[in-house]
């Protein structure tokens, strides 16, 4: 059974709202950008004015950015979806505060799930942490927003050495990306971050293009990975809980 809403709207059904930057490439399934990575509704608003490299500009994310990012949330939450994320792992940065003035449960970040994850795996090992730029991820306060200290045992690896998957997606010189490609630089990435870091235990993808090769790293070292689209499962599956009483 659907459970009434206490207010009306002009559309129903779209369970999370995903705040997505302001850019046009191409988003294939698997991204956070395209509704066929998910096994329910979404809806999607478009952060205007904050670009795909909000994260490394001389601006960040500034008092401005985050005025946006606030009024688009609570857009989302008026028309009526019942959780909130993000388009880039980076929005880290907007968790704590933003969360403060919103009824609904936002989650910017697979960041957010670092912890648990270490906890699963033990203080013994590493989770392998792989950012659209990692250099950038170790500086600011994009760890420790979500939760991340010292006491957490992490290695950081990052795409802001890639060719296609940085000119498709950061920089925008490319108009059609080669998945293939792509798909190689993610998992070369994994790959050289478990060799320098053996005892890493779990990947944890914080970029939002790249749950698409989650599989894919996944096979080739033979670790759990997550990543948006999972965590975005997780938090559905607490928004709209499996119905067991036809079982019992």
Not at 7 to 25: E, H, P, T
């Amino acid at each position: 059974m659907i459970k009434k809403s206490k207010n009306l709207y002009s559309f129903y059904g779209d369970v999370l709202g995903i705040l997505m930057l302001d850019l046009k490439a191409e988003l294939y399934p698997g991204n956070v950008g395209n509704a066929n990575s998910y096994d329910f509704p979404v809806r999607f608003k478009v952060l205007d004015g904050i670009p795909t490299d909000f994260w490394c500009d001389e601006r960040g994310a500034d008092e401005k950015r985050f005025e946006i990012f606030l009024k688009k949330a609570k857009e989302l939450e008026e028309e009526g979806v019942k959780a909130i994320t993000t388009g880039c792992g980076f929005f880290t940065a907007f968790q704590k505060r933003a969360a403060e003035h919103l009824n609904i449960p936002l989650f910017t970040s697979p960041l957010l799930l670092v912890p648990l994850i270490s906890m699963m795996i033990g203080k013994n090992k590493k989770v392998g942490i792989i950012a659209a730029g990692g250099e950038h991820l170790t500086h600011g306060e994009f760890l420790e927003t979500a939760g991340i200290d010292s006491s957490i045992p992490i290695a950081v690896g990052g795409l802001e050495n890639s060719e296609e998957f940085h000119n498709g997606w950061i920089t925008l010189k490319n108009k059609h990306i080669d998945m293939k490609k792509v798909e190689k630089e993610v998992v070369d990435v994994a790959k050289e971050l478990l060799l320098k870091n053996p005892d890493i235990g779990a990947f944890l993808f914080e970029c939002s293009d790249i749950p698409t090769f989650s599989k894919a790293t996944s096979e080739a070292t033979g670790l759990p990975v997550f990543d948006f689209i999972s965590f975005a499962h997780l938090v559905y599956s607490g928004l709209m809980p499996r119905c067991y009483s036809e079982m019992l």
